[in-house]
């Protein structure tokens, strides 16, 4: 779902990995992740994590939990990517 809504929306892109609990979003690096996130939060009640969190090497990534339920992972997605 994260990846076909990405591509159809032509919004932010997903790193691909081989496993794991969470997806990575790529952002364009002229979004603060911490301004958007609090803006994604207190707007449209969506919590993703800044990049910065874990340590990546540079600005511009957003960490999604894979471990949500399903309709409430889609409405949030939707959510944020309407905000990019």
């Excluded at 994590?49 to 471990?67: A, I, T």
């Amino acid at each position: 779902f994260l990846l076909e809504t990405c591509r159809s929306r032509r919004r932010g892109e997903v790193l691909l990995r081989e496993g794991g609990w969470y997806a990575v979003l790529g952002i364009p690096h002229s979004i603060s992740e911490e301004e958007f996130i609090v803006s994604i939060l207190e707007q449209e009640n969506v919590l993703v994590h800044p990049g910065f969190f874990y340590d990546f090497p540079r600005p511009g990534f957003l960490v999604l939990s894979l471990l949500t339920p399903v309709e409430v992972f889609q409405e949030g997605v939707k959510r944020m990517l309407a905000r990019l």
